[in-house]
């Protein structure tokens, strides 16, 4: 007998609006969702037909999920009490698109 998750993964809507990234790392997160099959326009993202939104327990203050694409790339999303979605995505993956270099300071 399989037991259902307490909180089940949703299909994310088609576009969801974002508080606006970091312009020093805007087009680089852009490229990444390019990457994936989505598209990032200032401050609304488009999302690939498949992606999911999976909840991480346990919620302290605010909603947080995993933004799962249909390739398996992940992101984080965060939705605050006030309305507000937050996207996030691996330190590591912010890499500067000429020297190939980690933007992130280690």
Excluded at 5 to 14: F, L, R
Excluded at 62 to 77: H, Q, S
Aim: charged share 20%.
């Amino acid at each position: 007998m399989s037991v259902e998750p307490m909180y089940p993964d949703v299909p994310m809507p088609v576009s969801l609006t974002i508080e606006p990234i970091d312009p020093r790392y805007l087009p680089i997160v852009s490229e990444l969702i390019k990457a994936h099959g989505g598209t990032l326009n200032a401050n609304e993202i488009f999302f690939p037909q498949g992606t999911i939104k999976q909840f991480i327990w346990p919620r302290i203050l605010d909603w947080k999920y995993r933004i799962i694409f249909p390739d398996g790339y992940e992101m984080g999303l965060t939705e605050t009490s006030d309305g507000k979605n937050i996207l996030s995505c691996n330190p590591t993956d912010l890499v500067c698109p000429i020297c190939k270099r980690s933007l992130v300071e280690e």
